[in-house]
Each structure stands twice: as C-alpha cells, then as structure tokens.
C-alpha cells in the first residue's frame, strides 16, 4: 500500500495517533505536501457521505476530523503561502438566542476538512457580527448559520437578511438546524441548506465552486 | 375513569377510556432534580458545572469543560453526599396538596447518563471517548449510575413516585449520536442498572429521549422502560406503538419542528395540531399527548399561554375512546 493510501485510510478509520508518523513517512517518500492534503481532504468526504447515509454516527466522523487535523498539523509548515488548495474562509455561528453548539461544530469540523479556513464566531450571534466578521476576514466565500430551535428560526431569517442587505458580496449563506427544512432555507433568501454535517460539507463545495 | 384509573389501564394493555393529555395527568416534580442534577436559575450545579438558563431551558455553559480527557475524570468529579441534597424539604414543597387519588406523580430526573458526561466534558469530547476509552467511559457511567440510584430511592422514599422520568437525549433529529452496538456496549449495562433501581421498588420507569431514537426502543422495552417520552414524529410513531401495544406507552406525538410550534402560531393551528394527534394515534390505546408550545417568554407550559385554555377544551372533543 502507498504511503499516501495508507493517511487516506488512517484518517478514515480515526487514527488521530498514528496519522503524524503516516504523514511524515508519506512526505520522506516523496509525496507533495498538497496531495497528501487532497488526499485527507477526499477521505473526509468519504466520511461525509457515510454519515449522510447513516452507515457511520457521529463519533467515527469526530474522530476522523480529528486525525486529519494532526495530519494537517504536520503539513501547514510545509504550506506556508500555498493557499492553492484553500476554498476560502468560512464564518459560521449558532443565530442569536441559540446556545446550542453541537451541530454548529460538528458542520464547522466537516467544512474545515473540506478544505475551508474556518471562523467559528460561537454561539448565540447576533446578525450584525455575522457581518462585522465576514468584513474582518480575508476571502469569506461561505457563511453558515445555524439555529436548533423553533424559536430562533425567527433569528435565522435576520441573520440571512442582515447579510444580505449589507451590501457585502463574494460569498454564499448556507442554513441548518433541526427545524430548518428546504422551504424555509429558501423562504427566507439561503443560498444553500443542509441536512447534517456531513451533506454541509458537500454543499459548501458545490456553493463556492 | 379517572385520570389515573385511566392511565393504569392504559398501562396493564386494557382499554383506557380516554387519550390522557400529559398537562392534565401528571404532578411534575422537578426541585429534587433542581438539587441533585441540574439548576432552574443560571449558575453551578453541586458537581461545579456552570449552567445557563435561558427561557428555552437549561444548558451547560458552551466551552467550559470541567475536564477533556475521560481518563482524568476521577480527579475532577466528586459525587455530593444525597444526605447534603435536601430532597425531603424538596418534596414537602412539592407534594403539599397533591391529590393522589387523580394524578400521577411523576418526578423528573434530568441530565442522564451520556448528557452528565457531556456536561462535564462537551458533546465532541464525549462522542470520542465512547469510541476511543470505552473502558473509563463505563467506570465513569457505572459510578454516576450509582448516584443516580441513590437519589432515585431517596425520591422513592420522599415523594413516594408512580413514574421516574429519566432524561438522556441520545439522538439527534437524523439518528443515534452513536451507534447502537456502541450504546449497547458502553451505555447500556450502567443504565439497566438504573432501571432496575427504580423498577424494583415498583415506581414506573419512564425514559425521555429526544430526536431520532427508535433504533433503542428494543433496547428500552427490554430493559423495563415502560414509558417513551418526547416521542418525536421523527420516528415511526405508529409503527412503535403498534410493535410494543401492552408493553410501551408512547408520550409526545407533538410536531416540534412544525407550524404549531413557531413562536406566534395561531390558535387554529395548535388545535389543528392537536385533533392530528388524536386521530392519528390516540387509536393505538398506548398514546400519551405531550403537547409542546412555546411563547417569547418560554415553555408556555411553565408560564402560560392564552393558547392552552382552547387547546384542552378542544383536546376533550376530540380524546374519547
């Protein structure tokens, strides 16, 4: 099995342990720093989809996020002013009145494996820092807001809107949440919805492309 | 019949004379909970986890972790002594006027097993020790199991309880946070536990999961669950009731994510909703209604909501069998 083979199938199987030495070895046996990262990143997306189609749960995507970010750990000094393989910076948020964070940060990790940088601007956020924050950071292509409740969905539709009518452009706004269906993701002007972190990460590409 | 007859008969698998509405059933008892797992007002809770309290309800603070690795958590968890609780004093409050005769005592227990853990160490954090360090996972769950069942037969020696309501929202609204092999594996043998300590003493166990969790109901019924709470229409509510007729009293049915339960929905819309519960499964003879309405200040079964009044009157058109 190539060196390379051998990271893709640590990072999906979780091996937060043994990826750094896999990814060091890939490296001394001539493998470019950027293949070595597509090659984590289309293992992510193999993880993404087996989430969507319930043949995973959360734990094994957890773990396997956490394995490529040791595996990144080793290759970012290596990838200094590279940014060939970066899909822009996503700012993404838990709307304002919404202290749940678990679905947000399961999106985030998914999205950042995907191969986005990622602004997690937390929990309970407020329209007007979703802005500040798309203005503060470089190249936002993607912002993603997401709401649990029934009672901040009202939220979600001013966040969406803020955004919108700030007059800031290069980006897309992508929505979730457990009370969050297509229809409304459109109703209230998203460019894209997502039914779990797994479909998030499919979406944000297919968006920023 | 009256309430509770009604709801013994639903629960020996006789005919109940009507679809009980849980707002009418039961006397929920929530302060002894409020003492041993997890506070109504913001602030820490007896194991030190800073909780923040907003109208929707109740939260651990978001990225404050007592701990992040579950090997540690003996150096970090200190159970409080149940004698220190004040569970008697939070019963006499409780249970003054009570008419035992009608209604179900029901006391709740939230922040189970899984949701303690989380509590201490975040949902990520969590979800990763149950596949990474398995063993300290079950040390852990089986020591906190322990203190469940101590408060648990200090609740059963106070509020002397029909029905334990034991919370732990495994789910999510697609599925299972973990896997069932590894609930089965890590969870479940520290939560058998914990059902027996309350079925063994004849108090009803009911087990209120949110989200997505049929898979476990097997598990559940096995076990000695009798009641499934929160029943949410994400999963195959028929198909369950049907399955365990005799065995499961389905409590929920309510469309939490739907048009009856937006901030500002109609009263229309709410008795719509409640008149589709009834009809669609008030027949099985094994459904319990949970109605779920919020209002901009909160659960509008805790603080009211002009909505409620029309929305029983029309309950009882509708909830004869």
């Known amino acids: 099995m190539s060196k390379i083979q051998e990271v893709k199938e640590l990072v999906e199987a979780g091996k937060s342990k043994k990826i750094a030495v896999a990814v060091q070895e890939a490296l001394d046996a001539g493998g470019q720093p950027g293949e070595i990262l597509q090659a984590m990143v289309d293992s992510m997306s193999v993880v993404g989809d087996k989430f969507s189609a319930g043949e995973i749960f959360v734990p094994e995507m957890l773990i396997a996020a956490k394995a490529m970010s040791k595996g990144v750990d080793v290759l970012k000094p290596l990838m ?3 940014n060939s393989a970066s899909l822009g910076t996503c700012v993404i948020g838990t709307v304002a009145g919404d202290l749940h964070d678990i679905g947000k940060n399961l999106v985030s990790m998914m999205i950042e494996s995907a191969g986005f940088t990622v602004v997690d601007l937390g929990v309970d956020v407020s329209a007007e820092k979703f802005v500040a ?12 807001c997401s709401g649990l409740l029934t009672t901040t969905m009202p939220a979600l539709k001013e966040a969406v809107a803020t955004i919108k009518a700030s007059g800031l452009t290069g980006f897309k706004v992508i929505v979730g949440g457990a009370p969050v269906t297509p229809e409304f993701a459109a109703e209230i002007g998203a460019d894209g919805y997502a039914a779990d972190a797994g479909s998030a990460s499919v979406k944000a590409k297919e968006l920023v492309k | ?4 007859e009604n709801f013994f008969a639903m629960l020996e698998g006789k005919k109940p004379e009507f679809i009980p509405n849980m707002m009418e059933l039961y006397k929920i008892c929530i302060l002894g909970a409020e003492r041993a797992d997890e506070p109504i007002v913001s602030g820490r809770d007896v194991f030190g986890v800073n909780w923040i309290v907003t109208k929707e309800g109740a ?3 978001p990225n404050n972790f007592m701990f992040e690795d579950i090997a540690d958590w003996k150096e970090h968890v200190h159970f409080p002594d149940v004698d220190s609780l004040g569970i008697e004093e939070a019963a006499k409050i409780e249970m003054t006027d009570v008419n035992r005769d009608d209604v179900i005592v029901n006391v709740y227990s939230p922040c189970g097993l899984f ?3 989380a509590a201490f160490m975040g949902f990520e954090n969590t979800l990763c020790s149950l596949v990474e360090d398995p063993d300290s996972c079950r040390e852990f769950f089986e020591a906190f199991a322990d203190y469940k069942i101590a408060c648990f037969n200090r609740y059963i020696d106070t509020y002397q309880p029909d029905v334990i309501t034991y919370l732990d929202d495994l789910a999510t609204a697609n599925g299972l946070f973990m896997s069932p092999a590894v609930y089965r ?21 009911a087990q209120h999961t949110c989200g997505k969790c049929e898979k476990l109901m097997e598990d559940y019924v ?7 709470s929160s029943a949410q229409i994400i999963n195959d509510l028929e198909g369950v009731m049907e399955k365990y007729q005799g065995r499961l009293i389905v409590e929920g049915g309510w469309d939490t994510s739907g048009p009856a339960s937006y901030i500002g929905a109609s009263t229309e819309e709410v008795i719509a909703e409640t008149i589709r519960c009834a009809k669609q499964y008030g027949k099985y003879g094994n459904f319990i209604l949970m109605p779920s309405l919020l209002t901009e200040n909160g659960n509008s079964l805790l603080v009211g909501d002009p909505r409620l009044g029309p929305m029983i009157e029309a309950w009882h058109e509708v909830d004869k069998l």
């Open chain 2, 222 to 228: 096995e076990m000695g669950v009798k009641i499934w």
């Open chain 2, 1 to 4: 019949m009256n309430q509770r």
């Open chain 2, 115 to 117: 949701e303690r853990l």
């Open chain 2, 59 to 61: 939260m651990p603070e």
């Open chain 1, 133 to 144: 924050a798309i203005k503060e950071n470089e190249n936002v292509t993607l912002v993603a």
């Open chain 1, 80 to 82: 200094t002013g590279d």
């Open chain 2, 185 to 205: 594996s890590v969870i479940k043998p520290a939560h058998q536990r914990i059902v027996d300590a309350v079925t063994s003493r004849g108090v009803i166990f």
